[in-house]
């Protein structure tokens, strides 16, 4: 027999819809039958509202059908215990007898979430672990898992949860999620970003309410009922619970309305004071417990009561309807009955209880937070243990569970230093989380009067950085710069590097002076001077203009084969790189920091590095790399919820888009970009958006509409202006400003920044420049200027190189030098229509037959029709990796790997892996993705 928390019914059934809910269950029933265009469904609603019914009813429907069914609910107190309910969703699969590789696969994954190193860098391992768990168990006959009160599942259960359902597409895993509504709600956000269904519940109108009271109470007399549906106004759990509570006419007729959950609450607390003691402790300690294991409750029990205690103890709250035995387990019927009981026992029974559960609890970490609850006054033994929990929170990648522990710890410290400590611990804690008004309430708690010297240079950077909102500008960087100074010599050099990376980058998109540039280079002198790689990253973003040559140079000195790197330093190598404009180098460091974190599981880090990676394979002309890193990094960017790299990953894949021609597309997507930019005050971003705009306008040829985009990026007046970004564009101005009336201002704006910058040795831009100088130049030059550059380096920038070979011919052509021009002009539409630039294709072919040559007939390859995500998917798969290894690549479970693959192989006209190398021909991605992953 499968277990009690794993339904599997035989054969095809009908499950009754809810009262005044048919719409709704439709919605559920079209989840469970496949018929819902999203796997996920999240309903919310207030208290009582039903939707633990509806998600009871959608379970029991899927059960109905032959589906296996999971379950789970949150609870407030075992929030802070970091994947408690995992472990209670998966726990019936663990004790299935009939299926032992679930056995064994439920072990594993409980086994590896128990070590507290499991989770951080390999959270993402444990998800995938999860994913294919639920995805095996679904092959036969589907999953139907649903999770109720998802406002208290703890952090680490919900950041696996909301990972698989990110993955599910195809597999046949359906996900309920319930819970109260929130603000703000991070998980409606996500659900909002990932299209899935959300449902939110409304009170009955007159019809359904008096409906269901009928069906639940048919006997009640006409004052009572009266009562009750003005009582409930709507709310079917107290239509069904307050009929159990009216007893005399004083509550018929009188009484103030209260909110529902308090009525309800007070209807569930009067069935109490019909218990029998020894049950009121009971039901009490089973309320207060994070634990269902009704065994645990009884142990608790004989402590507190000094008597024995049994399962026959529980009989009268089961008759009454507060408390349901189900085997080894004790549950509440609604989350509501919990609180009520609670609440009904009075602080000084609730202490004493919980001071029973501290020393009776099985699990360490449920002691610690019974003790603290338990505890009347400061308690530094209790407060060391928190601390304990707190790290311990943390080497598992709980933030919110480690916060809680220091928050409880500094409520009970009775050192007020200690207590200070804590308080900044937690305070740097908020801030990575992003919870910025908890955060300021923190701050007004701390008293810095206590703290040590580094103590307080911390406390002045967080308060820097909660308090002034903004990062641009010299002042701001000038003042972190020295905060960082003032950590290193109070000893706290880690901290102070972490911080000068963050503030080089911050600086490189701030349009700094040249004195700010300066002192936050010399800051990393002093700070990062034992570590090289960092003192190169902080330099290049920090001073690129000043120490551009001698970065470039420490590049070429890098060793890169070190055993100790990881994502985050070859991240900033990469970025560093890219921002000397060194992007051939920068792709090659972005790869790097892809593979490193895909390895360690890092999603942050490895959403940037596609990011960054997919705008330097747009700047060297390979497109349909730069789709692919950025859909990626895109999708990636919204999971881990980093919404401006999200908008830079998509402008990545806007700005391809663009110079593919797909124009309307991407020109929303620098829209939706520029909204982003602008609500966090991002202005230099801005930068990003008239990129686009301005390829977009030279793929439709409209060249002066594309000067005015791309001239903002060079203009130090424009709100778009950025001082570093504009080296990276100087070809395209050039083209902008030759082919349309704005030459002479496209010379100008070039030269300033050429005069500026040209001696930091900037590939991009000495690349740009070979380019733009015979676009430019007077009639007499341009034969030379054209020469040189076709001569002088340009291999590692096909479309530069092209552009030079477009222009070149069609001015040989323009002087009847028509045999000449032919060979540069084939050359060009080669290299365009190779890189899918199809609007500069068009332009060469145009040039060609003008040449009195014709272009080669251009077939668009069946690659072309697949998305950037089946294009790594196929390109892995023809390099040799099975399902399960690109699954493990790319996070998604092998048999949407392999759903991808049936989709993938009738667009490409093959049925066999073994076609694939032939079928990607041509696409000059497929190499480099089959050895990485990823569009490096």
């Known amino acids: 027999m499968l277990p009690a928390r794993i339904g599997r ?15 709704e269950c439709g919605l559920m029933d079209d989840l469970v039958t496949g018929a819902s265009a999203s796997p996920v469904v999240l309903v919310r609603g207030e208290p009582g509202i039903g939707k633990t019914s509806l998600v009871a009813w959608a379970r029991d429907v899927a059960a109905s059908r032959g589906m296996v069914t999971l379950s789970a609910a949150g609870t407030p107190t075992e929030r802070g215990l970091p994947f408690a309910t995992l472990h209670q969703l998966l726990h019936p699969l663990g004790t299935d007898e009939k299926t032992p590789r679930w056995r064994r696969a439920v072990a594993d994954a409980l086994n590896a979430l128990d070590a507290p190193e499991a ?6 391992g444990t998800a995938m672990s999860v994913l294919e768990l639920l995805t ?9 898992v649903a999770v109720d009160d998802v406002q208290w599942v703890d952090g680490p259960t919900r950041d696996v949860l909301t990972f698989v359902a990110r993955r599910l597409g195809p597999e046949p895993v359906r996900l309920a999620l319930a819970g109260r509504d929130e603000q703000p709600d991070p998980l409606e956000e996500v659900a909002l970003g990932q299209g899935w ?8 109108d007159d019809v359904a309410a008096a409906a269901l009271l009928d069906r639940v109470a048919p006997d009640l007399p006409a004052d009572a009922r009266r009562r009750v549906l003005d009582e409930a106004a709507g709310n079917p759990l107290a239509i069904k619970e307050l009929p159990k509570t009216i007893t005399d006419a004083a509550y018929i007729d009188g009484g103030d309305l209260l909110p529902v959950s308090r009525r309800l609450e007070s209807a569930f607390a009067s069935r109490m004071a019909v218990l029998p003691e020894r049950t009121r402790r009971l039901v009490l300690l089973a309320a207060l417990h994070d634990s269902d294991a009704v065994g645990e409750v009884l142990a608790a029990g004989r402590v507190l009561t000094g008597m024995a205690v049994s399962l026959r103890d529980f009989e009268p709250a089961v008759e009454v309807g507060l408390v349901e035995i189900d085997r080894d387990k004790v549950r509440f019927g609604h989350p509501l009955v919990r609180s009520a009981v609670s609440q009904d026992a009075g602080p000084a029974t609730r202490q004493e209880a919980h001071r029973v559960l501290a020393r009776t609890a099985r699990s360490p970490d449920r002691r610690v937070w019974h003790a603290a609850a338990a505890a009347e006054a400061p308690d530094e033994a209790v407060a060391d243990q928190l601390d304990q929990a707190a790290v311990a929170a943390l080497q598992g990648g709980a933030l919110e569970t480690a916060a809680r522990a220091y928050e409880e710890a500094a409520r009970l410290s009775a ?3 200690r207590r200070a400590t804590r308080q900044l611990l937690l305070l740097e804690m908020l801030d990575e989380m992003g919870q910025r008004d908890r955060a300021l309430t923190v701050l007004e708690l701390l008293d810095p009067a206590v703290l040590d010297a580094g103590e307080r240079t911390r406390l002045n950077w967080m308060h820097e950085l909660l308090t002034t909102g903004a990062w641009s500008g010299g002042d701001r960087v000038r003042l972190f710069a020295q905060i960082a100074r003032r950590m290193h010599a109070d000893g706290d050099t880690r901290r102070a590097t972490a911080m000068l990376v963050g503030i080089a980058l911050r600086s490189w998109w701030s349009n700094v002076d040249a004195d700010t540039s300066r002192l936050l280079a010399e800051s990393a002198d002093e700070v990062t001077a034992a570590d090289s790689a960092v003192h190169l990253i902080v330099t290049s973003l920090a001073a690129p203009e000043e120490r551009g040559a001698k970065s470039l140079a420490a590049y070429d000195r890098l060793d890169l084969s070190l055993a100790d790197r990881n994502a985050e330093v070859m991240l900033g190598l990469g970025l560093g790189a890219a921002g000397l404009g060194d992007h051939p180098r920068g792709r090659q460091l972005y790869a790097l920091a892809v593979a490193d974190g895909r390895r360690q599981g890092r999603l942050s880090s490895l959403t940037q590095a596609l990011a960054g990676s997919a705008w330097c394979e747009l700047h060297l002309g390979r497109l349909r790399r730069a789709e692919v890193a950025g859909e990626e990094g895109r999708r990636l960017a919204l999971e881990t919820m980093q919404p401006l790299w999200e908008a830079t990953s998509s402008l990545a894949v806007a700005a391809s888009r663009s110079l593919r021609g797909d124009v309307e597309t991407a020109l929303m997507d620098a829209d939706r970009a520029e909204e982003v930019f602008l609500a966090v005050g991002a202005d230099p971003m801005l930068a990003l958006v008239r990129t686009v705009r301005g390829y977009a306008a030279l793929a439709r040829g409209q060249y002066d509409e594309a000067f005015t985009q791309l001239y903002a990026v060079f203009d130090p007046h424009d709100v778009a202006f950025h001082q570093h970004h504009c080296t990276f564009l100087v070809a395209e101005l050039a083209e902008a400003g030759a082919l349309g009336t704005r ?13 500026r910058r040209l001696r930091t040795g900037s590939p991009v831009l000495a690349a740009g420049a070979l380019v733009a100088r015979p676009l430019l130049a007077e009639e007499s030059a341009k034969a030379d200027l054209f020469e040189e550059a076709l001569r002088d380096g340009l ?21 009847r030098r028509i045999a000449e021009a032919r060979g540069p002009l084939r050359l060009a539409h080669e290299t365009f229509a190779g890189l899918g630039a199809v609007p500069w294709a068009e332009r060469a072919a145009v040039e060609l037959r003008a040449a009195g040559d014709l272009p080669p007939e251009q077939v668009t390859a069946a690659w072309e029709h697949l998305t950037a995500q089946e ?8 390099a040799g990796l099975t399902n399960r290894q690109i699954g493990e690549r790319l996070f998604l479970s092998h048999r949407t790997v392999s759903s991808h693959l049936y989709h993938i192989f009738p667009k490409l006209g093959i049925s066999s892996r073994g076609q694939l190398g032939a079928a990607l021909a041509g696409l000059e991605t497929s190499e480099d993705l089959g050895r990485s992953g990823t569009a490096n």
């Open 795 to 815: 291999a590692a920038w096909p479309m530069h190189r092209a552009r030079v070979q477009l222009h070149y011919g069609a001015w040989l052509r323009r002087g």
């Open 415 to 417: 050192d007020p230093r």
């Open 9 to 23: 019914v035989e054969g095809m059934g009908s499950v009754d819809a809810l009262t005044g809910r048919r719409a």
């Open 136 to 144: 095996d168990v679904a092959r036969e006959t589907g999953l139907f």
């Open 871 to 878: 294009i790594q998917i196929a390109a892995l798969a023809a």
């Open 119 to 124: 989770a951080g860098a390999a959270m993402v």
């Open 197 to 204: 269904h959300t449902v939110r519940l409304s009170r009955l």
């Open 743 to 755: 030459a002479e201002a496209a010379r100008e704006a070039i030269d300033a920044v050429l005069d």
